[in-house]
């Protein structure tokens, strides 16, 4: 049985930080490409970042400088870190493996 299980979201003021974590059971880890995608209210599902199995890394314009994917295929675990977070990163994130697996996301939410 696969499992994606995201932690780390919150409530965070402008320009604070967050990690997500997200840890992966049920699947070859390190074959896979690992990513993250967001979903704001009223907007369509978004990519934020994704680190394929070579290590690799693709980031949404919106988001190239402030966030960084990284994967440790000793623990299962895909990171990735938020700094500088503006109000419009606002949104539901969720971890997949190559977009054929998916968590339940994690919710983060950034306001004063």
């Known amino acids: 049985q696969v499992q994606l299980v995201e932690s780390g979201g919150g409530l965070v003021q402008p320009g604070g930080s967050l990690r997500l974590s997200c840890a992966a059971s049920?699947?070859?880890?390190?074959?896979?490409?690992m990513g993250w995608d967001r979903q704001a209210p009223g907007k369509q599902r978004e990519l934020v970042a994704h680190?394929?199995?070579?290590?690799?890394?693709i980031y949404a314009d919106s988001v190239k400088g402030r966030f960084t994917i990284s994967r440790d295929n000793a623990k299962n675990t895909v990171y990735l870190q938020m700094n500088s977070l503006k109000p419009e990163d606002t949104a539901v994130y969720y971890c997949?493996?190559?977009?054929?697996?998916w968590g339940q996301g994690t919710q983060v939410t950034v306001s004063s």
């Open positions: 997949n493996a190559d977009e054929r697996h």
């Open positions: 049920g699947i070859f880890f390190s074959a896979y490409g």
């Open positions: 680190i394929t199995n070579g290590r690799t890394t």
